[in-house]
């Protein structure tokens, strides 16, 4: 079993990833809105008290190619308390009727709204809905008519997400270093013998 995927070699101690992070902000709602692709089957749905397992899956299918890892080294009592918060919402795509990437808006502080995260799984890609997805998400962040609206990526996450932001309105104002520790094969076993997580 390839647990990164194709194309992502599996090493037995990974070492930490240094990583440039830019960190995004619009003050103004984008008068546009991309429309969905015609002859795809897609839908939005937001969910209420997400189980714990399936939230991982979709953290894992959508970002282990971008090394993503905070969350799902959570257990599972911080993990919960992260995505039951009130005031963090979560919104799943489904191509055909399966789930094939989320978005996650934080309107935890004052005045500001944060795009915490947001992608799609390999089988949602190049059908076309990137702008569709993502005028979603900006239109979420905007419920509640906060000042200003965020978001950040980082030079693991897939090259197209910088210059996507910035074509719906997103403009940088801050880059900062980073560093990523990418999951161990012995914690993709974990996620697989507990939540039986895994990609093929």
């Known amino acids: 079993m390839n647990w990164f995927g194709p194309g992502v070699k599996l090493e037995k101690n990974m070492k930490t990833l240094e990583t440039t992070v830019t960190y995004l902000e619009m003050f103004e709602r984008p008068e546009t ?71 996650e808006v934080n309107r935890t502080a004052t005045d500001t709204n944060d795009l915490a995260y947001f992608g799609m799984m390999p ?7 990137g702008r569709w997805f993502l005028s979603n998400a ?8 906060p000042s200003r609206v ?30 990523v520790r990418p999951l161990s094969g012995s914690e993709c076993a974990n996620l697989a013998a507990h939540s039986g997580i895994t990609s093929g």
């Open 33 to 103: 809105h991309a429309q969905r692709p015609s002859n795809i089957n897609a839908a939005l749905l937001v969910t209420k008290d997400m189980p714990l397992h399936f939230y991982r899956y979709l953290y894992f299918n959508v970002g282990i190619h971008w090394s993503w890892e905070a969350r799902l080294r959570l257990k599972d009592e911080k993990l919960a308390e992260a995505i039951h918060n009130p005031n963090i919402e979560i919104t799943v795509l489904y191509l055909d009727g399966a789930p094939a990437g989320f978005y």
């Open 123 to 129: 089988h949602g890609a190049g059908k076309g809905l």
């Open 150 to 179: 965020t978001v950040n990526t980082c030079t693991l996450d897939h090259p197209a997400a910088l210059p996507l932001y910035q074509k719906l309105g997103f403009k940088p104002y801050r880059q900062s270093k980073g560093h």
């Open 138 to 145: 900006i239109d979420a962040c905007w419920v509640g008519n």
